[in-house]
């Protein structure tokens, strides 16, 4: 089958390429998205096809060891993998163990500095150092969390959850009116 270049152009869309500084600090590269998560994931109205894209987006700006969401199952009342950036990682989640239920249940970040020290922690990757994790909340609730691991102790810090808040905000807002 040949593609004309003008259908070619249509299938490849691409919202934006990220163009950030291979020096950037990472204050500076939280600085540069902050406002550009609209534009970064453009229009696209499928909520799976801009969590997988967000997702990306971190994965290259950070280079994260692992950076991905987990999505409420109400129905099973779990959390289930949903659109993410590394190694293979656990499928589902439940309520009162782990990083991201601590998330879900409590709608707060969760900063962990040091996994070994965090209680109940689940290790998808026996590389992981450190984790933050953001809830994600639409009308009220919790409707996701963002999860991200880095191989390295003390990595992450409340400045994250602030550089990360635009992105969970922007995903929350919209939320409901994606499909
Ligand atoms: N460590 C998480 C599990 C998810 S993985 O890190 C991808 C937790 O304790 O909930």
């Not at 099973?76 to 589902?92: I, S």
């Not at 309520?95 to 996994?115: L, M, R, S, Y």
Request: aromatic fraction near 8%; hydrophobic fraction near 45%; charge should be negative.
């Amino acid at each position: 089958m040949t593609f004309r270049p003008r259908f070619v152009r249509y299938l490849c869309r691409m919202a934006e390429t990220l163009a950030l500084a291979p020096d950037a600090s990472r204050k500076q590269r939280y600085e540069a998205l902050s406002n550009r998560w609209k534009s970064l994931l453009g229009n696209e109205p499928n909520r799976m096809a801009n969590l997988a894209n967000a997702a990306a987006v971190l994965k290259e700006a950070f280079d994260w060891h692992w950076v991905g969401f987990y999505l409420v199952d109400k129905q099973r009342d779990e959390l289930v993998l949903g659109p993410f950036q590394g190694p293979l990682a656990c499928t589902r989640l439940h309520h009162g163990k782990g990083v991201c239920a601590a998330a879900w249940d409590e709608a707060t970040a969760q900063v962990v500095p040091n996994v070994h020290e965090f209680e109940g922690h689940v290790a998808c990757s026996s590389l992981t150092e450190s984790e933050l994790v953001i809830p994600i909340v639409s009308a009220d609730e919790v409707v996701a969390v963002l999860d991200i691991d880095s191989v390295n102790r003390d990595d992450v810090s409340a400045a994250d959850v602030a550089g990360l808040t635009p992105l969970v905000d922007f995903l929350g807002q919209n939320w409901k009116a994606w499909e």
